[in-house]
């Protein structure tokens, strides 16, 4: 996926990633929101909303970011975003799982599953593909 790396909140969510790599979580999280609170556009909204989404501290409040960036990503109706749904309903589905919903968690491992082939040929295809995997054996009916 391509990102203008002269947009406002693509820099913001830059500055926010390397201020975690650093270690700097808080800092890195109101870099996030305030990307959230400046994006205008859905790829804008969706890129902010993945970050955010990280760095949530309980799984409901992740699980609500999760849901949302998988609501924008819905409403971009092109390939490249269809690669970002095995991830997005991986998280989702841990989350599920992390709160016992197994029958929502199994939903989504499923759906998961499902987008796999929209991802490349890479070590990122591999891990996603894993954790969907080990995923629904720990949900299996």
Known sequence: MQFDPENTVIMLCAQGMQLEGEGKRDEASALFTLAWNEANTPIEKFTAAHYVARHQTTVADK???????LAIALTIDN????????SLYLNIAKCYEDLNDIEKARTHYALASS??????????????????????????E
């Not at 975003?81 to 095995?86: D, E, G, I, R, S």
């Not at 990122?124 to 954790?131: Q, R, S, T, V």
Request: proline fraction near 2%; hydrophobic fraction near 35%; charged fraction near 25%.
């Open 63 to 69: 699980l609500q970011w999760d849901t949302t960036c």
């Open 79 to 86: 390939d490249e975003m269809k690669a970002t749904y095995p």
């Open 115 to 140: 987008y796999t082939n929209f991802l490349a040929d890479d070590g990122y295809a591999n891990m996603i593909k894993a954790g969907v995997e080990k995923g629904l054996q720990r949900v299996a």
